[in-house]
């Protein structure tokens, strides 16, 4: 496993997960409707999704989990409906969630779980690692050392972005919010949810 190689890898997965689609949409959105604490739990809970698909693919299961449109349709289903809940959700929100205050415990295993989830349902994260992993590592032959650099690997870049998406998302939300129109960027906001959910349909 060469050095460049892990750069090149840790680039094109931060680039990917930095641009627009469900996952980033749904960072966005919890930051921007006043949910920070949230939407870095929920980021968690991509990481955690994200380890266990690498963990399919270099058991062999990814290729057959690609094989199955059956997998594919009920994972799709499931992150379209929580998709839509959630833009539902940011409609019908009587108060904002304080950023700072500490999250119970129940909705960090909440949250921490959703995101696993959504991770795990989205078909094109699988395929993503598909493509990406065997770049990386030879699945024929995984060594605990290259395994555990392509698992910290993915950790770093999906800290990053998460990072990066929660920052700039509560940036535009410092600037909006003193504003009257604020209902109407909820609805925008959910708008932009809601059609990340009907993205995946067409994919």
Do not use: H
Not at 21 to 47: E, H, N, Q, W, Y
């Amino acid at each position: 496993m060469l050095f460049m190689d892990v750069l090149a890898y840790f680039a094109v997965l931060t680039s990917l997960t930095l641009a627009p689609g469900p996952l980033s949409a749904l960072l966005v959105a919890k930051t921007l409707s006043g949910d920070r604490s949230g939407a870095m739990i929920f980021g968690s809970g991509i990481a955690l999704g994200d380890s266990l698909i690498i963990l399919v693919v270099c058991s062999g299961m990814g290729t057959w989990l690609e094989s199955t449109p059956v997998i594919f349709t009920i994972g799709k289903s499931l992150a379209v409906i929580y998709i839509l809940w959630i833009a539902l959700w940011m409609l019908k929100k009587n108060k904002r969630p304080n950023p700072v205050e500490t999250p119970a415990t129940r909705k960090v295993l909440a949250e921490l779980g959703s995101g696993m989830v959504t991770c795990i349902a989205s078909p094109q994260t699988l395929l993503l690692y598909l493509i990406l992993v065997p770049r990386l590592i030879d699945l024929n032959n995984i060594s605990v050392t290259p395994f555990l650099v392509l698992l910290f690997t993915t950790a770093a870049a999906l800290c990053v972005s998460v990072f990066v998406l929660i920052y700039l998302a509560q940036t535009i939300r410092t600037w909006v919010e003193p504003r009257p129109e604020r209902a109407i960027g909820d609805w925008i906001l959910a708008a932009v949810v809601a059609g990340s959910g009907l993205f995946i349909i067409s994919m």
